[in-house]
């Protein structure tokens, strides 16, 4: 053999060796992350081939270790040919400090770690129990999985579903199909969820109701979570509370169960589905207890009738129940506060402050109200509506009150005093009662044309008229006053004191009752210029 051929057979010999070393290293390494089950004892071995090849059968207080696992059970048997065991009665594995693991049968595979419980299966870790009738469970990861009904038992709550995951490091099960969590305040059902068993709270993720057991509040909702030892909800996606007579709605919901309060905000609705009314808003309050309300920022007010729909819009609105009738347990007062606008096809209106009794459909309205029905138009101190069907409804215009039909663009008939009741037939005011200080404006027609005008003073007056035309008055005493003919008139004739023809600031639809800024802006130094023609 040559000298370089020698050379090279050498160099081969010395890698062979090299690899053989490191294969040697490595094994050790290999072998322990497979690490086999220990038998640690038994009160019997045996072996018979026919009965289970390659197995040995181990009876009496049968104890196996596998890492940090210690498993026990009435008998096994081991595979000689694989990292496996069958285990039978009485089937108990302990991992780490709080994890038991209990089952009539077990299935464990060493290399995998994966333990397969079979009949009467139960798990407890820390402060929850679960139990099922077959389970997976990996005791690499901590984590176990059943796949036909199981029921999971913490110190708040009861949650049974046909498939759950529970992962054991993060305190966190996952449930799907049928979830049922039963609490002593309420039962919550659903088809997905997550529920924390260290903190217990229970995150919605799919669609999610929570039915109170002791009052009548239910929840749904399709995303958020519930704190179900607090009691507390925060909901994000489809969400509302709905109790006997209410329903809130928001894209973000918050809610006490103690307290009864829930809180809505963006794009709020709140729904009585007794008096047909919608509160809508961007923020909104509701407690079930005390059953009273509150819609702020944007706020819309819209209440269905048989024949038409009253809208109202406000900086603030609140509803309470009405306390003044006992024959109408659910009747409710609702009030309005700041820059209060409403419309309705036979009724417009606005005013500061505004109280609405919804049993009778009396509007009571504060600081420098106005009401439009028709051609008419009312102002006081203080008014009352009362919304009658059948008819009349009823104007009760108290301290400074003032009427203003109009004939046509520059001609307003006008009826002042303390005191006016009038009596709305058709959209129409067909009669008026005026008290105190009585003072009438009326135009005097001749077939087409105008003739003049009466301007009458008396104590009080009573008025009947037809299509905003006085057909007859009367006196009480005797009225002070005259007749001027049509072409005599002045400027100052046309009008009573505190006359003030509003027309421009009259809600004309629903859409016109905000933004009132921009409305407000565009009839400044327009709406109180008095009329200068005949």
Request: charged content about 25%.
């Amino acid at each position: 053999m040559s000298q370089s051929r020698k050379s090279a057979f050498f160099q081969l010999i010395f890698l062979v060796a090299l690899v053989s070393v490191f294969i040697q290293a490595i094994q050790p390494q290999q072998e322990g992350k497979k690490k086999r089950v220990e038998i640690e004892n038994a009160d019997l071995y045996t072996y018979d081939a026919a009965i289970k090849a390659n197995a040995q059968r181990l009876i009496g207080n049968v104890r196996f270790r596998h890492n940090q696992a210690l498993m026990f059970c009435d008998s096994a048997y081991s595979y000689t040919d694989s990292n496996r065991f069958d285990a039978f009665g009485n089937v108990h594995i302990i991992q780490g400090d709080t994890l038991h693991l209990y089952g009539d049968k077990m299935f464990y595979d060493g290399n995998t770690r994966l333990a397969r419980f079979v009949s009467h299966v139960k798990m407890v870790d820390k402060s929850i129990t679960l139990t099922t009738e077959a389970m997976d469970f990996d005791l690499s990861t901590n984590i176990g999985y059943y796949n036909n009904h199981g029921k999971i038992v913490d110190t708040t709550n009861v949650l049974t579903s046909i498939i759950g995951r529970y992962y054991s490091n993060d305190n966190l099960l996952f449930f799907k199909d049928s979830v049922v969590l039963v609490n002593k305040d309420f039962i919550l059902r659903a088809d997905t969820l997550k529920y924390n068993s260290q903190t217990e709270r229970a995150f919605i993720v799919g669609p999610t109701t929570i039915r109170g057991t002791k009052k009548d509040g239910v929840l749904y909702s399709e995303n958020g979570w519930y704190d179900t030892r607090k009691n507390l909800a925060e909901l994000y996606k489809k969400s509302k509370i709905t109790t006997k007579a209410q329903i809130l709605e928001g894209d973000t919901l918050f809610y006490d169960r103690a307290t009864g309060n829930g809180r809505g905000r963006h794009r709020v609705t709140l729904t009585d589905t007794t008096n047909k009314v919608v509160i809508k808003g961007k923020f909104g309050i509701y407690n079930e207890t005390t059953k009273m309300a509150f819609v702020t920022d944007s706020a819309m007010f819209i209440q269905y009738g048989k024949k038409d729909t009253m809208y109202m819009h406000a900086d603030t609105l609140r509803t309470k129940p009405d306390t003044s009738d006992v024959k109408h347990k659910d009747g409710k007062f609702f009030m309005a506060y700041r820059n209060v606008r409403f419309h309705k096809p036979d009724l417009q209106g606005k005013c500061d402050s505004l109280g609405y009794r919804m049993v009778d459909s009396t509007m009571l309205m504060f600081y420098d109200p106005l009401v439009w029905s028709g051609k008419n138009q009312m102002s006081a101190e203080k008014i009352q509506f009362v919304s009658k069907t059948p008819d009349p409804s009823l104007a009760h215009l108290e301290t400074n009150a003032f009427i203003v039909m109009s004939e046509d663009s520059i001609r307003f008939n006008q009826i002042s005093g303390k005191v006016i009741i009038g009596q709305i037939f058709n959209n129409k005011l067909r009669i008026a009662d005026v008290n105190g200080n009585a003072q009438t404006l009326y135009y005097l027609k001749d077939k087409e044309k105008y003739s003049g005008m009466n301007r009458l003073l008396s104590s009080k007056i009573k008025l009947h008229l037809t299509d905003n035309h006085i057909d007859s008055i009367r006196f009480y005493p005797k009225p002070e006053g005259k007749t001027i003919p049509i072409k005599e008139l002045t400027e100052e004739d046309k009008q009573l004191d505190g006359f003030v023809w509003r027309e421009k600031e009259r809600p004309l639809n629903a859409k016109d009752l905000y933004p009132i800024e921009d409305k407000r802006k565009k009839n400044a130094g327009s709406v109180r210029k008095p009329a200068s023609k005949n």
